[in-house]
Nanobody
Framework: QVQLVESGGGLVQAGGSLRLSCAAS????????MAWFRQAPGKEREFVAG???????TWADSVKGRFTVSRDDAKKTVYLQMNNLKPEDTGVYYC??????????????????WGQGTQVTVLS
């Protein structure tokens, strides 16, 4: 079992920055792909960014150039640095872990573990 706990969400003005953290506990971490998803009110969950066990990263087009995903395997933590935030970035951000091999990182339904989410609100 792997437990994931997100933190770092909050209220920020447009153009501001936030850094989300996802702390993992339990069996394994360094060998797992990790990803961030978000869900805005009334909308479906969407992929934001992901990082493989080897450090390969991928992002949604909507956040490319503004968000950075990284991981610290010693701390069992994955980060999402969000810069130049926009009101449309508002939503609950979820951390996800453990993806079957050769599965696209955007496939939310394929992740084995999820955190409880952290709210990000960007004011215009």
């Amino acid at each position: 079992q792997v437990q994931l706990v997100e933190s770092g969400g909050g209220l920020v003005q447009a153009g501001g920055s936030l850094r989300l953290s996802c702390a993992a506990s339990g069996r394994t971490f360094s060998g797992d792909a990790m990803a961030w998803f978000r869900q805005a009110p009334g909308k479906e969950r969407e992929f934001v960014a992901g990082i493989t066990w080897s450090g390969i990263t991928t992002w949604a087009d909507s956040v490319k150039g503004r968000f950075t995903v990284s991981r610290d395997d010693a701390k069992k933590t994955v980060y999402l640095q969000m810069n130049n935030l926009k009101p449309e970035d508002t939503g609950v951000y979820y951390c996800a872990a453990r993806l079957p091999p050769r599965t696209p990182m955007s496939r939310g339904d394929e992740y084995a573990y999820w955190g409880q989410g952290t709210q990000v609100t960007v004011l215009s």
